[in-house]
């Protein structure tokens, strides 16, 4: 019996490119492990009006991790219109499997590591080295929305709260509202995963990415958390800065921070900042760890015209797969993965089209496996 069982979602698009990549160098790394393949996406919206099925969700409770290449998302209308004839009208509605694996399996921590690799032609700053973390599971992506708005929720909003008086005479069909849900537990848990990070990679600062001076009890009760949590990181600073402060820092002196934390579209927002500092998402890595399970996955997008060509750069699902190897415990061959990649990049003789090369998504992940 193999050591680990890791369920294989390639998704849409290019998730199906980049996760041939990521299998070439799993093979030559010789991780002992079952690779079970399941079905995720917009295919499987299409002809059976769901993009996460059952039978995936209990491929997921029958392993250990799961390695997840690119999903396709599109708007309510849109993703009803694509749906095969006999399922329309039926009541299906279309919502990302990826959010909906977060919140089922509670990935409450969303990592997002954004390293720049000397060498690369795409980094901002060749010292570069953030990592995102990103609260997974609350704020604005609960997606807990209405609209219409519907009356007894309009009642109880106007009743408890006297800036709704504005909004008294619009019709509740011109009203839609998404609600920011925020719990001092999760708040709380996210910062103290970033500091403990911090401690753990040597980084001397942590800092919360809010907006507390507008979003005042959202916003405030994450950087309240915060402040508290830092009490048992004394060797650690505390950093606060406004969300749109912080997209202009990072732009101007992204050198001067290590660790970020923050609440859900904030973090979302952040990290794909952070990640075109070091040469773009297709260098962007991420893993949704929860306490039983965790989904690792590139977070770029499923890039659809590029489907089947081989055309687009894999590092990010490499990169991603270093993040499994170590929430494994396979520190070796993370390590051994790592120094492949950054070897790779640094030679520069082998680079896809977004980084002024002309080879194909196979042939950089053969030359990061010749290395490992």
């Not at 095969?84 to 921590?109: C, N, W």
């Not at 992506?141 to 609209?147: R, S």
């Not at 075109?276 to 989904?295: C, E, H, P, W």
Request: charged share 25%; glycine share 8%; aromatic share 8%.
């Amino acid at each position: 019996m193999a050591k680990y069982r890791i369920a294989v979602l390639p998704g849409d698009g290019v998730g199906k490119d980049v996760m041939d990549a990521a299998m070439i160098v799993l093979k030559k790394l010789k991780l002992d492990a079952d690779y079970r393949f399941g079905d995720i996406g917009w295919e499987f919206w299409c002809k059976e009006g769901n993009p996460l099925p059952h039978r995936t969700i209990q491929l997921l409770r029958e392993t250990d991790v799961c390695l997840f290449g690119a999903i396709t998302s599109k708007p309510k209308e849109e993703a009803e219109k694509e749906l095969a004839p006999e399922l329309r009208g039926k009541g299906h509605t279309y919502s990302s499997p990826i959010v909906a694996l977060r919140q089922m399996f509670d990935l409450h921590t969303n990592l997002r590591p954004c390293k720049a690799f000397p060498g690369n032609p795409l980094n901002f700053r060749d010292d570069i080295d953030l990592v995102v973390f990103r609260e997974n599971t609350e704020g604005l992506y609960a997606g807990i929305e209405y609209h219409p708005l519907p009356k007894e929720v309009m009642d109880v909003l106007a009743k408890t709260h006297q800036k709704m008086d504005r909004f008294a005479g619009i019709p509740l069909e011109d009203i839609a509202i998404s609600l920011r849900l925020l719990t001092r537990k999760a708040c709380q848990n996210i910062v103290r995963q970033a500091f403990s990070y911090a401690r753990e990679h040597a980084y001397g600062s942590v800092t919360v990415v809010e907006k507390p001076n507008i979003l005042r009890e959202t916003s405030g009760l994450m950087v309240r958390e915060a402040r508290k949590v830092a009490t048992e990181f004394p060797e650690i600073d505390l950093w606060e800065a406004n969300i749109d402060a912080m997209a202009m820092w990072l732009v101007k002196n992204p050198q001067d921070y290590g660790v970020l934390v923050a609440t859900n579209m904030f973090g979302d927002i952040i990290s794909d900042l952070c990640a075109q500092l070091v040469g773009g998402l297709g260098f962007a890595s991420s893993g949704n760890i929860g306490d039983d399970y965790a989904v690792f996955e590139p977070t770029h997008g499923s890039a659809p015209k590029y489907t089947g060509t081989y055309k687009v750069n894999p590092m990010a699902m490499l990169l991603t797969t270093k993040l499994m190897l170590d929430h494994l415990g396979e520190v070796e061959k993370a390590t051994s993965l790592e120094g492949a990649i950054a070897r790779v990049i640094r030679e520069g003789k082998v680079r896809t089209y977004d980084m002024g090369g002309s080879n194909t998504t196979l042939e950089v992940a053969e030359a990061v496996s010749s290395y490992v």
